[in-house]
């Protein structure tokens, strides 16, 4: 092999994910890898550890929940599901935070997603 390629890692809690799972329970990371510019012959990891993260709080919720974006650049999706998949809120985000009204929302337990097209994280999120 040789030149700069994409390689991207996913593990799923309990499990691994299937090639085309969505919203799962896990994590998602890519690291860029470059065959062949090193004299040696060793493969090169760029960029290998993403400091993207969120902060969810507060983490059980009552009413208003607090998301931020850390290291994140661009637009994001986020979207809240239910423990069914159905998709309770989705809404694309530019900046490094969001609030949610979750007042409506039915107690129980939600799994927050964000996606910006290379990175995707996962919250578990309790509604009291």
Same mark, same amino acid.
């Given at each position: 092999?040789?030149?700069?390629?994409?390689?991207? /890692?996913?593990? %799923?809690?309990?499990?691994?994910?299937?090639?085309?799972?969505?919203?799962?329970?896990?994590?998602?990371?890519?690291?860029?890898?470059?065959?062949?510019?090193?004299?040696?012959?060793?493969?090169?990891?760029?960029?290998?550890?993403?400091?993207?993260?969120?902060? /969810?709080?507060?983490?059980?919720?009552?009413?208003?929940?607090? /998301?931020?974006?850390?290291?994140?650049?661009?637009?994001?999706?986020? %979207?809240?599901?239910?423990?069914?998949?159905?998709?309770?809120?989705?809404?694309?985000?530019?900046?490094?935070?969001?609030?949610?009204?979750?007042?409506?929302?039915?107690?129980?337990?939600?799994?927050?997603?964000?996606?910006?097209?290379?990175?995707?994280?996962?919250?578990?999120?309790?509604?009291?």
């Amino acid at each position: 092999a040789s030149g700069i390629t994409r390689m991207r /890692v996913t593990m %799923r809690t309990g499990s691994s994910p299937g090639s085309c799972d969505d919203g799962f329970n896990g994590e998602v990371e890519d690291y860029t890898i470059d065959f062949g510019s090193s004299k040696s012959g060793l493969i090169n990891l760029v960029n290998a550890v993403t400091e993207k993260s969120i902060q /969810v709080y507060p983490n059980p919720t009552s009413d208003i929940l607090f /998301v931020r974006f850390n290291d994140w650049d661009g637009k994001k999706l986020v %979207r809240l599901m239910d423990l069914t998949g159905r998709t309770i809120l989705e809404k694309e985000v530019i900046g490094n935070k969001l609030e949610i009204d979750a007042r409506a929302f039915p107690k129980g337990i939600y799994l927050l997603d964000v996606n910006d097209g290379i990175i995707r994280k996962n919250q578990k999120i309790s509604k009291h």
